[in-house]
């Protein structure tokens, strides 16, 4: 867990004063059934370097290793789905890196403890990174836009993707956009379920929301996408 300030600098500029490691634990207790269910979607809307998403990633890791560790397969499946059930936004840029280096350090010791050293394969290790970019976005959360290295708005939407097993080792994407999720928030029975920081979707696919699907692919192969 890192300090709760990095500078005096950054406390008066961007007001940045990371949770203490006592309240992130206690806040994930109140949702503690939802981090132990390992396709369960949390966003944390400014995520700092990671306090919240590293702690929820170590509980559906945890999870993962009781039901899955004696098959290699399952358990690679299960980690990176845990991995791509997490998302972030920030403003910094230096706490994105630091988020998605720190969300991939904790994921690889965990993989590392799991996989004996023959079975691991640096394709899915290069997949958990590549979910990584993708969920962990550099941008501002109220105007649902990315920022420059500034930290200055573009003109570029904030975009999710969502992962999901359809059979055997195949992994789909889909992306939408953060303002269109949020909007859908708004109107009764929505597609998406917010409880704290819990961003669950029960309905995958609504007009409106839904800006790209991309064919489904073996998880260790997600780099393709590009």
């Known amino acids: 867990m890192t300090n709760q300030v990095k500078s ?9 004063v990371f949770t203490a490691e ?8 109140l949702v503690s059934d939802e981090c132990l269910r390992i396709d369960s979607r949390f966003l944390e809307p400014a995520c700092g370097n990671g306090n919240f998403l590293s702690e929820i990633l170590a509980r559906k890791l945890d999870e993962v290793a009781t039901k899955y560790k004696r098959s290699p397969a399952d358990y690679e499946k299960n980690a990176l789905l845990a991995l791509g059930s997490l998302y972030g936004v920030e403003l910094l840029l230096d706490n994105v890196k630091e988020c998605r280096h720190r969300l991939f350090a904790l994921w690889d010791e965990r993989y590392s403890r799991v996989i004996k050293k023959k079975d691991r394969k640096e394709s ?5 990174r590549y979910i990584l970019e993708k969920n962990i976005i550099c941008g501002n959360a109220l105007s649902l836009h990315e920022v420059d290295s500034a930290g200055q708005d573009t003109d570029r939407p904030i975009i999710f993707s969502q992962w999901a097993f359809v059979t055997g080792p195949m992994m789909k994407r889909e992306d939408y956009t953060f303002e269109e999720l949020l909007a859908d928030e708004a109107e009764p029975q929505s597609g998406w379920e917010e409880t704290m920081f819990d961003f669950t979707p029960k309905k995958e696919q609504e007009e409106g929301k839904l800006i790209k699907v991309y064919p489904p692919i073996p998880y260790w192969r997600l780099k393709e996408y590009e």
Do not use: L, P
């Open 8 to 16: 005096r600098k950054r406390v008066v500029e961007h007001g940045e």
């Open 124 to 128: 899915v290790r290069d997949s958990a």
């Open 22 to 29: 006592r309240e992130v634990k206690a806040m994930c207790d």
